[in-house]
């Protein structure tokens, strides 16, 4: 019944822009943690972006902070996680999950539920 679905990867030059979309349904957002989370050839998943449930408190990864922004339209709902500046090392696939539990997390093996993912490949 929870399904994610993300959209807007594809290929961008190293410095550019791209904004990913997940849209979700079966559950409302404002009760849900919501992350992004990406995976690139070789390497473990890793959180980039999630909100926490109840609060809204925005955690970001090392690696993306001051380049990416995750937010939501609940009129939409729908989950975005726009970035800025990307480097190569940017390139992986990137899902969106969602879990019930409260209070601050972004680690994939805290979300339970989870998006199939689109692909984002920063490339000269």
């Known amino acids: 019944q929870v399904q994610l679905v993300e959209s807007g990867g594809g290929l961008v030059q190293p410095g550019g822009s791209l904004r990913l979309s997940c849209a979700v349904s079966?559950?409302?957002?404002?009760?849900?943690?919501i992350g992004w989370f990406r995976q690139a050839p070789g390497k473990e998943r890793e959180g980039v972006s999630c909100?926490?449930?109840?609060?809204?408190?925005?955690i970001y990864a090392d690696s993306v902070k001051g380049r990416f922004t995750i937010s939501t339209d609940i009129a939409k709902n729908t989950v975005y996680l726009q970035m800025d500046s990307l480097k190569p090392e940017d390139t992986a696939v990137y899902y969106c999950?969602?879990?019930?539990?409260?209070?601050?997390?972004?680690?994939?093996?805290?979300?339970?539920?989870w998006g199939q993912g689109t692909q984002v490949t920063v490339s000269s």
């Open positions: 999950a969602a879990d019930r539990k409260i209070g601050p997390y972004c680690s994939p093996s805290s979300f339970n539920y």
């Open positions: 079966g559950f409302t957002l404002g009760y849900y943690a």
């Open positions: 909100i926490s449930r109840g609060d809204g408190r925005q």
